[in-house]
């Protein structure tokens, strides 16, 4: 009964890890920044950085492309108003036409309060409802997290992380690198 219950055991030690990437840990936001421009001018192209606040230029160091959350909120907040507008303008002009005061079927004058609030409604759901679903949120693990001293990210420690989905990586390589551009520690992280 044991002899199986090891067998088990050392067969799944032998199994190959899925490896998420290398983690290398900084000491100062300016080591951070410039080990993480020096990593994407290697040719790395999938390096994600945490830091405890955030640090001018280091979007721009690991590659982060422009949000599209903006355009998003555009669209529905455009969306909202135009709802707003044809839902006035149909009840007032053609499904329960009253001529009240002398005043036109349809005023935009009049229109304008809920316009203005429908357009803000249907932004800030946009906004919110956007920022999960491009975050992928909510995500209660990420690998990252495997790493020994994640817990001083939202502290005083600075991580820079080269991803096994980058076309370069080499978990040696990449590791040697992030020493070199001076790293305090490094760490294979698991899936």
């Known amino acids: 009964m044991s002899d199986a219950k090891s067998q088990t055991l050392n067969s799944s030690a032998d199994e190959p890890k899925e490896w998420y990437g290398v983690v290398g840990e900084f000491d100062s936001p ?15 192209t999938n390096v994600d950085a945490m830091s405890p606040f955030p640090i001018h230029g280091l979007e721009d160091a690991v590659g982060l492309k422009p949000s599209p959350l903006g355009y998003i909120v555009l669209c529905i907040g455009l969306f ?22 002398g ?7 009049f229109s304008i309060p809920v316009t203005f609030e429908l357009t803000v409604l249907f932004s800030s759901f946009a906004a919110v409802l956007g920022m999960f679903a491009l975050n ?22 600075f991580l820079l992380v080269i ?22 520690d490094t760490e294979l992280v698991e899936v």
């Open 103 to 109: 005043k036109p079927l349809f005023a935009f004058e």
């Open 136 to 157: 992928g949120l909510p995500r209660f693990h990420h690998p990252s997290m495997q790493y020994k001293n994640f817990g001083g990210v939202t502290d005083d420690r």
């Open 30 to 44: 300016e080591a951070l920044l410039s080990a993480a421009k020096a990593i994407r001018h290697e040719g790395y």
């Open 163 to 184: 991803e096994r989905t980058d076309p370069l990586f080499d978990p040696e390589v990449a590791r040697q690198h992030l020493i070199y551009y001076g790293a305090v």
């Open 80 to 101: 909202g108003m135009l709802n707003a507008l044809l839902l006035q303008w149909w009840t007032g002009a053609v499904d329960y036409p009253l001529v009240i005061g």
